[in-house]
Structure formats: C-alpha cells, structure tokens
C-alpha cells in the first residue's frame, strides 16, 4: 500500500511541477522572440510561420494558448464539434479540404473533455476556452495518476526514495511539459501506468479496465496484453484453479478486445487512411522508417544545426529507453518486453519523429533513471541537464515550434 508521506511528496511535487510549468510556458514570451519560421525538419517552415495559423480558430484563442500547438487543434475540435468540422485541416492540407485529419486521433480524450464542459459554464467559460482549460486539468490529473502508478511499479525493487526518484524524474525528463498541455500523454500515461500497477497487485480486473480504457486513448494502449499476457502465463497458467485462471485469462485479452471493439467503429476505417495517405503512417512502416533515417542524413549534411540537435535527443531519448528495456528484462519481464513493444511499435510506424514523447510511456526509462540516481553525482548531473533541455523544449511548444 501507499504511504501517506510518499502520497503527500508526490502530490505536492506534481502540484508544484504542474503550477512552474503553465507559468514558464505563459511567461517564457514575455522575454523572448523566437526566430520564425522553425526549419528544423523540411516541411516545418511551412507551418511555423508568423501567420501561418492565423486561419485555424483552435490554434488561435488567447486563452491558455502556450499549452494548444500542432495536434492540440484535433483534440478540441472533436471534443466541441466532433469528428467532422470544416474549421480543422483536412486531407486537402488546408482547412476544410479534404477528410478531417481529427480522424487520425482517438476519441478517449477529447470525450473527456467534453464532459467538463458544463461545469466550466457555471464559472462563464464556454468554447474554446472551456475546452482548453478542461483539456490541461484532465492532462494534469492524468500525470498525477501516471506519478503514482509509476511508484507503486518501482518502489517494490528500490525502495521509497527509488519510487519518488522515478516519479522526480518523470517529472523533468525534457518531453514532460506535454503532460500540461492539450495532447494525449498525460491521460494515456495515467491509464497504462495504472494498468501496470493494478497488475503488479495482481488485481486483474482493474488492470484489464485500464488497459481496455487506454487504448480509446491511443493504439498503443492494445500492447498492454503483453505484461499481462507474461504475468498470466508465468504467475497463474501453471497454478490455481482453472475457472480462476481462465477468468484472469480473459482480463488478459481485454486490451485487444477494445481494440477490436473500436475497429468495428466507422472511425477505424477513415483512421486507417487518413494515417497512411497524409501521416505516412502505419503498423510496422518498415519503408517509411528507412526513407524518414534517409531524410534524417539529408538534413544533418546539409549543415542544419537544429536539426541535429533535434535528431540527436530523438536518437538518445530512444536509445536510453531500449538500453532501459534490456536492463529490466530479466528482473521484470512484463514491463521490460512492453517497454520494447512501445518504443519499436513508434518507432517503425513511419517517420522517424516524435520519440523523444513517445518514450514516456515505456516505464523501463524511468526506472534505470532512478536506480542510477543512487548515485548522487549522477542524480545532480542528470537533472541539469534534463531540466535545461525540458526548459527548451516547452518554450518551442509554447511558440508554435515542432518539438517532438
């Protein structure tokens, strides 16, 4: 069981973390002007330019606008208006043009949002507004709850302080600021964070729920089977009455039959497309990955500095989550061959951009980190560096600049 001294830390660390990072994001403006547009990938200056948004309404209300950039206008559109709206960016790639790109996002969140609508009526905020300020607080809440799935997941092996270290750690890695903004991290992180947990209390149910849940969040939540799939069958195949163990059998599956139960919607279909015919997107994109490595050399001899350091903290960011992976495969199976299944199904499904988010969710990452923070020096070193580049990268979000 939790401790209440441990609950109270994370939660007054998540509070403050939660509190600096809307802040930074809202006054890093105030002193800076960025340089426009961002050429940091070929088709980013296109898209980052003074006016480039000045026609697409989600990306523009002042209203907590340095927590909305990129992908953010789908979420609130869909938990507005829905999946058809001709106020977003379509097919056609401009507004309006073409099938919604909002098809390519699950519903989980945005319908979560929805919901808080009404209340933030009583308070006179409707629209856009509304919408964004329940989009942040459903984000923060979500990586409350991935903080303290991810210490109950740790602290067994490392102790109290390697728990909060993890949580810590989480909290400063440099992608972190997405779980305070209008993007998925932070309800998917708390929704597969907990099925872990629950699954490491063997509470089978519980974690078949969450894992079910988080898939309406994103794909990825369906390779939750694995660590269920490892625990059922080294911990309860082989003994235990046979009702019991198909019982917790069929909580195994329930990740891949939500799945199944949204690709019986008519979202799955247009999801389909539109990932593979605008995104280049798609399971095992073997082909898109290696023209992405392609694209990726082209750039980085073409002298551009920016993208080098981009492609340097994508290629880290991944090579630390796999070493991560490996190290825990022997002492936790379950979360080491999902940490691996979450990081390789991202980083073949097409363009080689993004990872430096996409690895949040590979649990592994933060426990290395936490097991190396034993080590005071490279506790210290660890979260200079990790804070600076967390600094950098939400003030590129907060400008409209492609982060990851």
Known sequence: MFKPSAVRTIFFTWLGWFAVMLLFMHFVGDRIEPKLPDRVLEWTPSSTGAQSNRDYPYLNDPYLNEQVAWDSEYYLSIALVGYDDAEVRGTGNEKGL????????????????????????????????????????????????????????????????GGLRAVFYLFIFPSSFFLATIYTEGVFLGLSFGALAMLQ???????????ALAVWARPGGALLVIPLGVIWYSKVLWEGEWKQTLLKGLAVLAPVLSYVAWSLTPLAETFHRVEAEYFGRGLLNINGFLLGIQRVDMLIQSGNRASLVYFFLEAASTLLALAACLYLIRQRPELAWYGLAVVL????????????????????????????????????????????????????????????
Do not use: C
């Open 98 to 161: 073409g099938t919604p790109l909002s098809y390519a996002f699950f519903p989980l969140y945005p319908m979560l949002i929805r919901l808080t609508l009404p209340l933030w009526g009583l308070f006179g905020l409707s629209g856009i507004p509304a919408a964004t300020l329940g989009g942040v607080l459903i984000s923060g809440l979500g990586a409350l709850a991935a903080a303290l799935s991810l210490y109950e997941l740790v602290r067994h092996a490392l102790g109290e302080d």
């Open 201 to 211: 209390r063997r509470k089978w149910w519980a974690a078949g729920l969450l894992g």
């Open 345 to 404: 199904f991202s980083l073949t499904s097409g363009a080689t951009q993004g990872m430096v988010r996409y690895v949040l969710a590979a649990p592994p990452l933060f426990w290395l980190l936490a097991r190396l923070g034993k080590n005071s020096s490279f506790d210290r070193v660890w979260s200079l560096l990790s804070i600076l580049l967390l600094g950098l990268e939400a003030m590129l979000f907060a400008f409209n600049m492609w982060v990851a």
